[in-house]
């Protein structure tokens, strides 16, 4: 292992090796040392004991041969043959070197007489000192050239007690052993008065001296040849002058060879076992440092071998547990904000609480897991989630659920007893389960559920992670909720409940994708007076009237038909059903917005118009169809409201015509292209030209002249309205005073006014100071203003016409009769005139209802002392009527068609022709 290689490498390794090696090889060198002195000093004395020994040895060898020499002498003495000696030395090596029998006399009986004769001086044949049969040695001279002195043996035998026997024993029998040792002990040897007998090298014997304590002097390796007793002299000394050996142990290694090895291996021993200890100390700290690091790398996997028995395998295995658990609770914290950013990113709640399923089953392995979810909208149904991402809808109400299983807190608890549902929650019965509740605001969400076969679970490690899980779940769903309400919301119309814009486009994008084959049929309903209602009654009337609206739309659509508020006042409905169906909803619809509402102590008769199209016939998406649909009903408002329409394709031509028209307005008026017609009123009596009204034409470069009707409700749509409705009062005002001045006889001029004018607080002022300038009387000036100012026209609108009215102008309310039934009310409106709609008008002779109606508005005029106007007479029957009814003047076709002022005069020269009455009543 690389590891193991290292250990040396860490600083503290080489502390502990270095430590351990100094403590140990310190003892070790000063101990070696010391041994090898104390050895070498061993062997010392055990060598000189040796060669002591050896000296012994060949001091005794020394002594043998002596007294082999005094055998064969004393044999030979007895035997009387000193010529056998020759015999003998063959037999034995040579022994003797030379013999002589010597009489006490001196004379020589046997042998050599040489001898006696060379050393007759050291033998004292008188007295020789010893006693028969005991033998004496006589060192001779030392001879010529350092020749060592011959060692002469003498003996008396009992056989011959007069002669002495002599002899000179043979040097190299004598010494022979000692010169040649095998063992390389060199042995000299002295005689009692030093002199040296023997000795094998050339030495210097003073060296081999040495002082004992007390001062003396011996010979270190000497020893002593006791010979007194045998041959009567003094003791000999043998010295061991061989050289010292090296010392040597076994095998033949020197001494201090031995001990230094001894030492370096001690070392080297030392330094194995420093190496071992280190390597066994640090190898697994070594492995700790490194799990450490690649825990801290983020590599929770990290283990280290945890077997050894002593405190590193403790801290090992607490290491692996640390690193267990924290890779435990990384993971837990890995899972829990994967299913956080799972929650913050698209709230898939499937695949959180699959998440959070496979999360519980890796904490406890081989349990079956599910997660119970409670569905908002279904309150019996409950979605079951697995861990295996499948997900099953099974029949549990959360009530139910909530009932059976005892929630004891919020933890996970084992549930006993189990209700039968938990089996088929969990796919199949299981001994134990644990179940733990999701709850959010006291509502129960979701439910945790746990099963074990065999023997209960411990909770205790995991019931934290549980709990943070959860928490998740909890969060998850009660965010999902919250989303749902808010997708609502957005989708929802919070006034009426109905579907908005949002909720309207998605519906239909949906049923648009998806209608395939078959239709759908989108209803643009718009109310027709509603705007007005909101102007003067507020916004809370209005929103009153738009709820009840939706209710009865509500009410009267089929429940697969989808009812939207758009926007304001307008109501859209989406329906799959056929054409013929359609209709009759649309007809239905109309008849019962037509119904009066009553609204804060008022009678409101709020009419739609309605607009349909179809997909794919008209639009083969949302925005087209919507549109269209819109087209339509705009068309049935231009065509008067109160009705339903399909689209058609002219529309759209209609409405791009529309769109060019308003932008050719904004310059008419600059280029000088309105002017002003004027229609003559009669008088209902006389027949004769009383007043005229002023009617606004655009005379269009291409178009030619172009009725108010298509273009008066664009210049209502913004401020433009405020300066043309100003020029058309200039204009007519100029016009009167011109005709006045040129005699001709119109008692007033009477100009049409928007209500949307009257929302413009100087109005009054600024038609005052245009009567001023044209210099005509106010009373010249008459000025329509329709029933709209009812509900269009706010208090203020009211206060100005007031302001008109006592500036001396009369005011004239227009077409009345087809908006509000709001007769009660016009004693409100500062009016002189009150003009019946041509719409009766037509009616007159066609309906009964027709004049009884038109008969009560003149009586409810009349009773209001107002002036009463009939419009759009176009027949003498209807004149006659009108007449008949009490109307103050009459106005049509019948009489004369909206004229340029320069034909007025003769319109009104013509008209006071009695035969023009003539004419008349014959037409
Ligand atoms: P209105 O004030 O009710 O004007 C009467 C309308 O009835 C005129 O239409 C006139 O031509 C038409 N008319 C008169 N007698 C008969 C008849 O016997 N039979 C039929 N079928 N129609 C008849 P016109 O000129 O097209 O004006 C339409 C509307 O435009 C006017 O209705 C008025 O509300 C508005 N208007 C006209 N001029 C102005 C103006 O200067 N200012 C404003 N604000 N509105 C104007
Ligand atoms: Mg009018
Ligand atoms: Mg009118």
Not at 604 to 620: K, N, Q, T
């Amino acid at each position: 292992m690389k590891i193991e290689g290292l250990f040396l490498a860490s600083r503290a390794g080489r502390r502990i090796f270095w430590t351990l090696l100094i403590a140990a090889a310190g003892p070790i060198v000063l101990f070696g040392a010391s041994a090898h002195d104390a050895l070498s000093e061993h062997f010392a004395a055990q060598e000189q004991r040796q060669r002591v020994q050896a000296t012994k040895y060949a001091g005794l060898a020394l002594l043998d041969n002596l007294l082999v020499a005094r055998t064969v002498l004393g044999i030979l003495a007895r035997t009387g043959e000193a010529d056998i000696e020759t015999r003998i030395g063959n037999r034995r090596g040579r022994v003797l070197a030379d013999m002589a029998a010597v009489g006490l006399d001196g004379n020589v009986r046997a042998g050599s007489t040489a001898l006696w004769q060379r050393w007759r001086h050291l033998v004292a044949l008188d007295n020789t000192g010893a006693a028969i049969g005991d033998a004496r040695l006589v060192v001779g001279e030392q001879g010529e050239g350092e020749a060592p002195p011959p060692v002469l043996m003498t003996l008396r035998t009992p056989e011959s007690p007069n002669a002495v026997w002599m002899a000179e024993i043979d040097r190299a029998y004598l010494f022979g052993e000692l010169g040649a040792d095998a063992t390389g002990e060199r042995i000299c040897v002295l005689d009692g008065g030093g002199r040296v007998l023997f000795c094998p090298i050339a030495v210097d014997l003073a060296a081999h001296r040495s002082k004992a304590p007390d001062g003396t002097f011996g010979w270190r390796t000497g020893w002593n040849l006791f010979l007194r007793s045998d041959f009567g002299v003094a003791d000999w000394t043998l010295v061991n002058v061989g050289e010292v050996r090296e010392r040597s142990m076994p095998g033949g290694i020197s001494l201090a060879r031995m001990t230094a090895l001894g030492t370096l291996g001690s070392v080297l021993f030392v330094v194995m076992l420093s190496l071992v200890q280190v390597r066994r100390t640090m190898v697994p700290l070594e492995r700790l440092a490194a799990g450490t690091r690649r825990l801290s790398a983020q590599d929770y996997t990290a283990r280290v071998p945890d077997e050894a028995q002593d405190e590193f395998g403790e801290l090992a295995r607490s290491f692996n547990d640390m690193a267990a658990r924290i890779g435990r609770q990384i993971e837990a914290m890995q899972v829990q904000s994967s299913i956080d950013r799972e929650i913050l990113n698209g709230l898939d709640i499937a695949r959180i609480l699959q998440q959070v399923a496979r999360r519980l089953q890796q904490l406890i392995p081989g349990a079956q897991v599910s997660i119970v979810q409670f569905d908002r909208e279904a309150r019996s149904l409950a979605r079951v989630h697995h861990p295996d991402e499948s997900m099953r809808v099974i029949n549990l109400a959360r009530t139910d659920a909530v009932e059976s299983v005892p929630s004891q807190g919020e933890a996970l608890s084992r549930c006993d007893p189990q209700p039968r549902w938990l089996a088929q929650v969990l796919g199949g019965p299981c001994e134990n389960v644990y179940v733990q509740w999701a709850r959010s605001g006291g509502e129960a969400l979701a439910l945790l559920v746990l099963g074990v076969d065999g023997a209960p679970i411990s909770l205790a490690s995991i019931v934290q992670e549980i709990d943070e899980l959860r928490d998740r779940v909890r969060v998850a769903l009660a965010a999902a909720d919250r989303e749902q309400r808010l997708v609502e919301r957005a989708t929802r119309d919070s006034l009426t409940g109905l579907a908005n814009r949002a909720g309207l486009l998605e519906h239909l994008d949906r049923e648009v994708a998806h209608a395939g084959e078959s239709v759908l049929s989108l209803l643009f309903v718009d109310l027709d007076r509603f705007k007005d209602v909101n102007d003067s009654m507020g916004h809370q009337a209005g929103d009153e009237l738009l709820s009840i609206v939706a209710r009865r739309l509500r009410a009267c659509v089929p429940a697969d038909t989808l009812v939207a508020r758009p926007s304001g006042d307008e109501f859209v409905l989406v329906s799959g059903r056929p054409r013929d169906e359609v209709e009759a909803l649309a007809g239905s619809i109309l008849v019962r917005l037509a119904t009066p509402i009553a609204l804060h102590g008022r009678t409101l008769s709020i009419g739609a118009s309605i607009g349909m199209a179809r997909c794919p016939e008209h639009a083969d998406n949302a925005a087209d169809l919507i549109r269209r649909a819109d087209m339509a009903m705009y068309d049935v408002k231009l065509r008067g409201g109160g009705e339903a329409a399909w689209f058609e394709d002219r529309l759209d031509a209609r409405i791009t015509e529309r769109a060019m028209l308003r932008a050719d307005l904004h310059l008419a008026l600059q280029r000088g292209e309105f002017e002003m017609h004027y229609q003559p009123r009669v008088d209902a009596r006389s027949g004769r030209v009383r007043s005229a009204e002023a009617l606004l034409r655009w005379r269009h470069p291409d178009k030619g002249l172009v009725p108010p009707g298509a273009f008066i409700d664009i210049l209502e749509e913004g401020p433009l309205i405020d300066e043309v409705g100003l020029w058309a009062i200039e204009t007519a005002c100029r016009q009167a005073a011109q005709w006045r001045t040129s005699g001709v006889q119109i008692g007033s001029v009477a100009v049409n006014v928007s209500t949307r004018q009257l929302h413009a607080t100087d109005f009054p002022e600024r038609v005052i100071s245009i009567l001023r300038r044209c210099d005509l009387p106010a009373s010249a000036l008459e000025l329509e203003i329709t029933e709209s100012i009812f509900v269009g026209g706010s208090a203020d609108a009211i206060a100005r016409l007031h302001a008109l009215r006592d500036a001396g102008l009369r005011l004239a309310l227009d077409d009345f009769g087809t908006g509000y039934s709001s007769l009660s009310y016009l004693h409100k409106l500062p009016i002189h005139v009150l003009k019946v709609d041509r719409s009766f008008v037509a009616e007159l002779g066609v309906r009964d209802s027709a004049l009884t109606l038109a008969r009560s508005i003149v009586a409810l005029a009349r009773a209001l002392d107002l002036h009463v106007i009939a419009e759009g007479i176009e027949t003498l029957g209807q004149a006659n009527m009108l007449r008949a009814l009490g109307c103050d003047e009459l106005q049509g076709y019948l009489f004369a068609k909206p004229l340029p002022p320069e034909q007025i005069g003769a319109c009104i020269e013509r008209l006071a022709d009695p035969r023009a009455t003539e004419a008349l009543a014959a037409h």
